[in-house]
């Protein structure tokens, strides 16, 4: 066979560069560290590293919330071992306040720092947390929950958040809630004595009804009372338990207590003829109307009224302690949770890294040696060119 | 007798011609196309004296090059399959690149996009983590607008490459016809049938030149006149008389040229046909990647804002008010034919994003139906009205068929332009909707253990949804409600009795709650407006799974999976077409220098060639000197 002299230049010239491309690529994964310059190199395992990166990021995401809602968790849990303390503080001196033998100055002293431990019950049940947003409010954290209001002759504390709960997301499939709400913490407290107050739909005046308390432990006999108004400025009192307790005819002052078989309550503004009141068994009691109670209690008339109220907050409180530590536990266990998932990310992370580097990182070894054989190539494909082009018949003619 | 010298000077004549043969090989040793010349020497006729024939030295028969048929017309199909190859991966590895920066891809700017949603639902009340939100949403869809523009510089250059090549093509066709009328007045010159070795050559090379252009067939006639054929037979060049190719404005899209075939009896759009060549790997690129890639990356764009903005649209902003969109793209592009004689119009919209397709649609109206087309095959009819709805392929297309006339036609593109258009819409950050538009609660005054999970809303556009609802218990087994409420199939008046089990499912001016527990008469159940709830981070945790959600494609797909998909096709395409253009140059090269071998002027050859002519020479200028002393000896012997 012929070959031509173009040829034998030709393909020697072809050979550096297919040499020079496998050179440069090599270059380009060793310098850059990295296996897949261009999604060309390998489509399937591009595609499959952007996922892979997607999962780790997202991890680490999930990572950073947990700490995030480890920390709200935390402080909740701070927050409610304050609540405890004070709890127990007020418990002891309702348990000094009863003693039969104490004088009146030194029960005033229990009465003083009865409303102390009151106020920083208040204050802690008003908690914010790291962003400024209250603790126990609900969805509705950006507004102060609890506030102290009074209706008539009764003092009590309103709530103004909601029932509503916070979550993280921790894994893909993971949500865990941060926070419990005020309603949870402070309101839905099992009681015997809880009162329900009911505005009947039917009424056609302005008249409102304040909480009821049980301010007499020691007469209170579970009932429903009825307060029917029979003109704009007088009543009728019902008690289903106990008939004797039945008033007609009273006369309505806007804001004054009305008092029955143990249960205090007042009406504000203007009822109108016919509008009905009823107070009835509850099954919750907030604690803030606990505590009320017993601070009222101090300068309660009656021994007998004293004990028995007394008797009646320490059961209450006594509810309230179980579903603190209801709260604890579930707190707890949650932070539990986020241990163990922030473990099952790390290991996530882990695994997938190792994944990706498999995929997407140069083995240096392999791609040293390799770029070693093809300079070893090339030089031996240049040598080989400039002995073959050096050889011409013309060289032997002169 | 014949004459000695006559003789030796036939020989020193056919030397020299074959040594200027020789000499211009040499010379053109690294000519492109040239081919070897070689004469071809015969001895002249003999003189007959008596009975004996005496010979009268030689003379050249023809000069003629190295050629064959088969070998040439094998590179020429080659390079036309090598140039398509070469040209569709280099303009593929363009849009590799812009898929493969790491920091101009999507991926990075999807994953910090989901990243500050995430943040949001840590801190929901945050102006910094909203604003964050709003930033990183920009520079997302600022990436989609940056790689959409980059999709558009490529389709720009490849329409002026196609422009460019066609002129080439009309150029090297006149070129042709040029050395053909040349060859034709040369034919025959000086009585002989001897055609111009070197115009021969040249018309080769312009019509291998030509082949890189497009694919070609070619057909010789007896007059050693060539006519050439493209696309399915359309003749561009017979002997002497050319046509041309055109590359203008397609009637149904101004933004892609087409080819048009300008021949001597018909005129038509030969684009479909044109195969091979670097308008075969433009058209090709152009159809099959380009076009490919803009749509489904416009599909990924208008699948984000589609789901994120309907999910925003379920939540409630930091000002108590009903989510907006965050994200804004244009519409499906409607083009109507300019062909168009009747006054229908079209409009669309994207519906449904799992089964949104990458496919662009032509619509055609044949006078009582209008029948929608998608690129990859599947068809829909629907009959003509004003409106004519058509729900096909995740888009709503609404005709207004009134003055339809007969094959009329609009070409629809719902996903080019979403990549390109996509937006931010909301500016201030209070719009962001991170909470769930309702809350639900049980009264305190509850006798029983009811309970009310916190509510999902299923239809946003109720206008009553943030009217505050009860469920109101009479007994155990039964409850009341101030609003319409729908328990499985069944609907009830607001008031009308309810019955009640356990995680009864209810459903109310558009949100719908578990109601679970053993409830006592006088229980109420509360569902109300989330207003003021500036720490629910419900709606947006939602937003932050749309992330792992798959959405497209039939709910097999999410975001990253098909933006994944797209650079998996881009890569493979490149990838495939890297392979085999390497291939295919193997083969070129192969076939080039299997005609090399016989055409190619190899140096060591000419030398002997050289040597052997010039001692040849040598030996018939002796003959001269001995015919001198033939005669010097017979004067002297005279003298």
Known sequence: MRISTSQIFLQGIDTFGEQQVKISKLQQQISTGNRLTKPSDDPAASARVLELDQTVTQALQYQENITLADNRLRLEETTTDGIENVVFRLRELAIQANNASLDSTSRNAIGVEMNERFAEFLSLANTKDANGDFLFAGFQSGTQPFAEATTGAIRHVNYLGDQGQRSLQISQTRQITVDNSGSELFLEIPSLTALNETVANANTGTGNIAPAQVYDASTFVPSNVTITFTSATTYDVTDSATPANNVVGAVYTDGSAIDVGGVRTSITAAPATGDVFTISQGQYKNVFETMQTLVDTINAPTVDQRSAN???????????????????????????????????????????????????????????????????????????????TSSTLFNFLN | MPDLLNTATSGLLTFQRALSTTSHNIANVNTPGYSRQSVEIVSKNASVIGESFYGNGAQIQSVSRAYDQFLTQEVRDTTSVHSRLEKFAELASHIDDVLADPQGGISPSLHELFGSIQDVSDDPASTTARIALINTAQSFTARFNNIDERFEQLANNTNSDIREVVNEINDLVVAIRNVNSALNDSHGFGGGSQESSDLLDKRDGLITELAEKVEIQVLTDPNNQMSIFIGNGQNILTGQTASSLLAKPNSANPTQDVIVYNGQITVFDISEQLKGGELGGLLDFRKNVLGEARNALGRSAIGVAEAVNAQMRKGMDLNGNLGQDLFSYTDPQVISASTNTGTATVSSVVSDISTLRTDDYSL??????????????????????????????????????????????????????????????????????????????????????????????????????????????????????????????????????????????????????????????????????????????????????????????????????????????????????????????????????????????????????????????Q?????????????DTLIRSVS
């Open chain 2, 364 to 617: 055609n109206f044949d006078g009582a139906n209008w029948t929608i087309t998608s690129t990859s095959g599947s068809t829909a009819t629907v009959a003509n009205g004003a409106p004519a709805t058509l729900v096909f392929e995740g888009v709503t297309h609404t005709i207004n068929g009134a003055g339809a006339a007969l094959g009329d036609s609009f070409i629809i593109k719902p996903t080019l332009f979403g990549s390109k258009s996509i937006e931010v819409v909301i500016s201030d950050p209070n719009l962001i909707a991170a909470a769930a538009p309702i809350r639900s609660s049980a009264s305190l005054n509850n006798l029983g253990t009811t309970a009310i999970s916190p509510g999902i809303v299923t239809d946003e556009t109720n206008v009553n949804l943030l009217t505050p609802v009860n469920f109101s218990f009479t007994s155990a087994t039964s409850f009341t409600s101030n609003a319409t409420v729908v328990v499985g199939v069944t609907s009830y008046a607001p008031g009308a009795a309810i019955p009640y089990s356990n995680n009864v499912q209810v459903e109310a001016n558009g949100f719908r709650v578990n109601l679970s527990g053993a409830p006592q008469a006088g229980d109420v159940l509360n569902v109300q407006s989330n207003a003021g709830g500036t720490g629910d981070n419900r709606n947006v945790l939602a937003l932050a799974n749309l992330q792992n959600q798959s959405i497209f494609n039939g709910g097999k797909a999410n975001f990253q999976e098909d933006y994944g998909s797209l650079v998996g096709f881009v890569g493979s395409q490149t990838n495939a077409a890297n392979i085999e253009r390497d291939a295919m140059g193997t083969l070129l090269k192969q076939a080039e220098s299997r005609n090399s071998s016989l055409v190619g002027v190899n140096l060591d050859e000419e030398a002997a060639d050289l040597v052997r002519l010039q001692q040849a020479y």
């Open chain 1, 310 to 388: 007394i008797a009646g907050f320490l059961t209450d409180i006594d509810n309230f302690f179980t579903r603190v530590l209801e709260v604890r536990t579930s707190i707890g266990g949650r932070l539990n949770a986020l241990d163990s998932q922030k473990d099952a990310n790390e290991a996530n992370i882990v695994v997938t890294q190792s994944t990706l580097a498999t995929l997407r990182d140069t083995d240096m070894t392999a791609a040293i040696s390799q770029l070693r054989l093809e300079q070893t190539t090339l030089e031996a494909a240049q040598a080989v060119f400039a002995r073959i």
């Open chain 2, 619 to 631: 030996a018939a200028a002796r003959i001269i000197t001995t015919a001198q002393n033939i005669f």
